[in-house]
């Protein structure tokens, strides 16, 4: 076949004037073939739009409507100088503490009493404030319990502004994280934290005062009701004073949450229910 055949040959395939057809097929086999994926789209786009309009219907805007509940919530701690978890300092050289006072300041200005007093509710300790749906009306917003930094006692920072660094005496604050619909401890037994030193800083950790005390989370504060339900919601807080720590070295300490249907760890995160974190105070130049 010569090029000019060719030539022709591609052409005709393109736009044939005889049979009056535009690459190999007519204006009617066209049509119906843009007719059927026009009715396949607008198929696929009306089952896409009724399968999210049913999903959607099963949404609440205030609680996931599934959850992968944990079963040990995660614990931080108060002020939180770096990832490591390490709070170092020196008694004389101010910079080097002030900066733990401020960060627990502003951590703790939405627990002044104030604020607390004006948003949340004075509610019955020592029971969980259940606050149920009706079958026909939501019962949001709901409400949240006050917590007062007041009850830290030595260390709200009221008393003392600089939570005990200056004196190296230094307050830590320990919060669970929040878990919808978790209640911690049944049977009226409250969770509580203790905090200890690693097996090689035995000796080096001293005397501890918890506040509260005995280092409650109390029941008033359960369950949570998620971020859009209870946006009021104020977690509980434990704080831990070092009365009488080691200088000069490193002690390695760990703090756990205990309650009897809280299991600590698991497979997939051996820290859960605990933290640790390193405490060096220097009083050496």
Known sequence: MSKDEQKTGWKEYIWNSRTREFLGRTASSWG?????YLVFYIFLAGLFTLTMYVM??????????WQDRLTTPGMVIRPKADEYYEIVYDIGKTETWDMYAQALDKFMAPYNNSVQVEKNNACT??????????PDVKNNPKRSCQFNRTILEDCSGIGDR???YQ???????????RVIGMIPGV????????????????????EMVYFPPNGTFNLMYYPYYGKKAQVNYSQPLVAVKFLNITTNQDVNIECKINANNIPLGTERDKWAGRVSFKLRINTIA
């Not at 119906?32 to 059927?36: D, Q, R, S, V």
């Not at 959607?56 to 409507?65: C, R």
Request: charged share 25%; aromatic share 8%.
């Open 32 to 36: 119906l073939i843009l007719l059927f």
């Open 56 to 65: 959607l219907q099963t949404l609440d805007d205030h609680k996931p409507t």
């Open 125 to 134: 300790p020592d029971q969980n404030f259940v606050q149920e749906d009706s």
């Open 162 to 164: 600089y939570y005990g």
């Open 167 to 177: 004196d190296g005496k230094p307050c830590i604050i320990i919060k669970l994280n």
């Open 187 to 206: 049977n009226g037994e409250a969770p509580f934290v203790t905090c200890g030193p690693k097996r090689e800083d035995s000796d080096k950790i001293g």
